[in-house]
DNA sequence: TATGAATGAGTCTTCATTCAT
DNA sequence: CATGAATGAAGACTCATTCAT
């Protein structure tokens, strides 16, 4: 609280002012950086047109890109993860993630069930299970990336999606 | 320390003659969890038989299950990362995570390259891409499953692998 | 720590808003006793006119009954030679003794340097060893005292000093 | 304890099949120092002839070369000095140190004594403070010694007998 | 007699929080 | 509103001592 104080360049009992406790400064910026994430990976999406695989790749794209530009504060998600497993803000913080996840993969599910009713992707797959498998890959490439600098969460993420386009058009193509 | 000494029925002193500090007994239990892990998960693939799709399907099966097995200490690898970006350890943790996540990708890509060269799967695919991407699914589904119990890591992992496993092999279906 | 803070009537916490460690405070109550020893017991000599050998004299009322009314304290100055000795702080102790040591002798010598000059006492007298022994019979005469209600340091440094002078005034009283 | 046993080559428990306690042990290390250094010390006066100035010149070596044998063993007797001043073992040091510096006390006192008895010392001396300030001086030469390697703890103990013996025998020569 | 693994009281130090100004 | 000196609970770690072998 004494370096937050210090960098923010106020007194150490001026951020009790604005928010009651450490746990509640820790929440908030969490909150933040959720929202920051969440508005930086979608706001193209809504505004973009295409076929629901340009779409994807565009998301893709988004997604990675923007988190790549705040990769300095990937260490803070993984301090909420841990926030969210232990101490006293689990509770708090794990239905915060709950939520943000269930969020974020209806947004990717809608789009892939957009692309199954425009016949675009095959009808015989689960929306909701590539849509979580796609949110889990773009967290975990990029905890990959933060464990190793010679690590491309970008080229990789790419590389796959269009593996995974073609598995989800193969119906399609045989038809 | 406290805590752990009383958990375990012994002295608070009794920790200090085995372990030099809460640091190196915090790094000895993520030692013990990584090779728990990782040996759990890979135990079958070198024995097991059959095509590359099939022992991909084996290998996802075998690490979801051994891992929601064991999903009580999976707050654990949470508080890890966490280490590994904060703290006095992030050095010591960012290292050995490096290295787990290159050691099991290695495994998965040498799966996927046997895939190729036996003809399985396409030659248009990078295997280490793919390795990374599944890798990753594996800790996110599970990190999912953690926030949410209402989500099944592995049936979304079967649902996606199906899908993907139509994209690797596309290319021959084309021929 | 606990008992100094409960003795100066104040939290744990408060002392290390002024020292940054137990160590530096330690040294600090060792450079204020330094300081209050020194100033106490060398306050009178360059105001007082005289003999050297008055002047001696007068020096030696004025450390012996200087120290003598702070003895509640000089069980700290024992403390402050045992660090000197062990401990970790033996560097910063070692140090900081020689150089108070060299600056009381410097004194002394100078005063006695001052006799030779002066034809008050015999030349053939190294005024260094002189000022060491000296100094140092303050220490041990005090030291004596800490250990033996009995002892009377102030009656034994005069009828010393009285012999002394005679032995340091020979040489003259033989011409 | 445990540094002690492992230099000593024997087990921890082991220590206390001899003393009862740490404090025991150092109060016995501290017995067997002072017997080490007051024989050492004493050991030629008796059996030493000449007047009693020459065999304060002979004792004064005598000291002042056995502690310098020992000087790797001068930060015990620091130890014991704060020993003597805090700690539970207070009592029991001083008292000791209290009855090893009379005993030494009496020892010089005696020679001087007898210097004055033979008439080769004033009569006008009071022969326990001399005593005092020489043992006192020893101490302290020794004691700067430890502080500064610059320091010739024999050359000044023996400049400043030699004034010291003159002052003494002064009278004798006025007569 | 000798041992050393186990112990826990005691110690230093940190840091979120409070409150008088 | 803002401050930062004061606080003390909490925590990591040490080490003299014990006791079963």
Redesign the pocket.
């Known amino acids: 609280?004494?370096e937050i104080a210090a960098t923010a360049g106020?007194?150490?009992?001026?951020i009790?002012?604005y928010f009651n406790?450490?746990?509640d400064l820790f929440f908030a910026v969490f909150e933040w950086l959720s929202h920051k994430i969440a508005s930086a990976a979608t706001v193209r999406i809504s505004a973009l047109g295409g076929s629901a695989a340009e779409r994807l790749v565009a998301l893709n794209d988004s997604v990675v890109c923007s988190v790549l530009k705040m990769m300095d504060m990937y260490s803070l998600v993984m301090e909420f993860w841990a926030a969210s497993s232990s101490s006293v803000m689990r509770k708090r913080f794990k239905t915060a993630f709950r939520q943000a996840y269930r969020d974020f993969r209806a947004i990717v599910t809608s789009l892939i069930q957009e692309g199954i009713e425009r016949g675009e992707f095959t009808s015989g797959v689960n929306p909701e299970s590539i849509a979580a498998a796609l949110v889990g890959m773009w967290d975990a490439l990029l905890l990959q990336a933060w464990f190793d600098d010679a690590f491309e969460p970008l080229k990789t993420s790419k590389d796959f999606l269009v593996i995974l386009l073609v598995g989800l058009a193969a119906e399609k193509q045989k038809l």
């Open positions: 609280m004494a106020i007194g150490k009992g001026t009790y002012e406790s450490k746990e």
